[in-house]
């Protein structure tokens, strides 16, 4: 069998390029009995999807966003099968062929590693690692490449694998620093006390306010901003849409959503980025046990747990958050040009440049870009509890009196 063979072919046919779901039996049913023998179909399914798999990756997308779809769209047999088309192309790279961001996404994802040995083994092997027959497994495969084929292109935030590029470190932030905003996030997660994950939370901000401040200072020049992509799923992504582009302009950051495809791209300098994925899942975290925290009062005071409440609860959390965060920032600059004196007069145009680098790259990225209309928050307790949760959120700076704003 070659990548030409006319049993695959006629299978892919009827399958993947067909506008309906009628033509998966007939290809399923054409690759289950393919009489080059399952062990050659697989061998073959392997190597025609890692060509789909490279395709998607030039078309801008990377790993996380194609599993992303698949869990949304399919099953996890359908992702487990994902992954192995991905650790099947990824074994055509060696060490220095993938960029920092790719490789830690590999890793979040088990490594996708090729567990199968040598490829006419596969097929037997999903049997196995399945308990499925031939015509589900190609179904699955089949259902699997055809959401690969229909990936349209997207923006690119990385060097493909195999780019030279790929192989140019990312500029980090001090270390240090970003590991002590990592474990003070972390404890303000674990906390069941709303004070104290207060203050937390509100010394990781300052923190991360201060690191950004060095940073610019300490800029090499030529460093361009550069963009990451960040999950933003269901439900309630469009409030959560809302609170990642609060975290982003806290952080000199730009973010532009995409809610077809359940992400959102921000673009920044790398240690901004690295800032802003840290705090926003760790305020995504605080906010889903505050929701779940205030869904038990209602529920103990006799009013049952509704959709409406919990969509109110996350828009006030991601509104409240997102004026938080801007006096944080603000009060936090106010206090470095203090401390700065006479250097001020050159941090502040360091820090201007940095701003308009980043509305440049991201306009240069996304030169179309339209409003999303939210849907209204209908739920007055959801509101005021998802106000009060942000509140207890507090990201620092000036907390008297936007507290008093908020009674």
């Not at 994902?82 to 060696?94: H, Q, S, V």
């Not at 920092?100 to 490829?119: C, F, I, K, N, V």
């Not at 779940?292 to 049952?304: M, N, V």
Request: a negative charge.
């Amino acid at each position: 069998m070659n990548p030409s063979d006319p049993v695959v072919d006629r299978a892919f046919a009827a399958a993947l390029y067909s506008q309906d779901d009628t033509g998966l039996d007939t290809g399923a049913s054409l690759l289950a009995a393919d009489a080059a023998g399952w062990s050659e179909t697989g061998r073959l399914l392997l190597a025609r999807g890692s060509a789909f798999v490279r395709t998607a990756w030039e078309r801008g997308w990377q790993p996380a966003d194609v599993l992303r779809l698949v869990r949304r769209d399919l099953e996890e047999r359908h992702e487990r099968l994902a992954l192995d088309l991905i650790a099947a192309e990824g074994r055509r790279y060696g060490a220095g062929q993938l960029s920092e961001r790719w490789t830690a996404q590999l890793a979040e994802l088990g490594g996708a590693g090729a567990w199968w040995g040598s490829d006419p083994e596969y097929a037997a092997g999903l049997a196995r690692r399945e308990s499925a027959d031939r015509f589900t497994l190609a179904t699955a495969l089949l259902e699997t490449l055809r959401l690969l084929v229909r990936l349209p292109s997207v923006e690119p935030v990385g060097p493909v694998p195999g780019d030279p590029l790929a192989a140019v470190p990312l500029e980090h932030g001090d270390p240090k620093t970003l590991g002590r905003i990592r474990a003070l996030l972390a404890k303000a997660e674990a906390t069941t006390y709303p004070e104290e994950a207060e203050a937390l939370s509100a010394k990781a901000q300052e923190l991360m306010a201060r690191h950004t401040i060095d940073e610019a200072s300490l800029a090499r020049p030529g460093q361009r901003p550069g963009a990451c992509r960040i999950g933003v799923e269901p439900p309630y992504e469009e409030a959560k849409a809302v609170l990642l582009d609060a975290v982003a302009t806290a952080n000199r950051c730009r973010a532009v959503w995409n809610s077809a495809f359940g992400f959102s791209t921000v673009v920044g300098f790398e240690s901004d980025l690295e800032a802003v994925e840290l705090l926003h899942t760790s305020l995504l975290v605080q906010g889903t046990a505050a929701m779940t925290r205030a869904e038990a009062g209602q529920r103990a005071g006799g009013r049952k747990r509704t959709k409406a409440f919990r969509q109110s609860f996350f828009l006030a959390y991601a509104s409240r958050v997102g004026h938080r965060l801007a006096e944080a920032a603000e009060h936090v600059a106010e206090a470095v040009r203090a401390e700065a004196g006479e250097r001020a007069d050159a941090l502040l145009p360091v820090l201007a440049a940095r701003d308009v680098a980043v509305g440049a790259r991201a306009e240069e990225m996304f030169p179309r870009t339209t409003t999303t209309r939210l849907r209204g928050a209908t739920d007055e307790a959801g509101w005021l509890d998802g106000t009060a949760a942000a509140d207890r959120a507090d990201m620092g700076g000036r907390r008297g009196r936007i507290g008093r704003e908020a009674r």
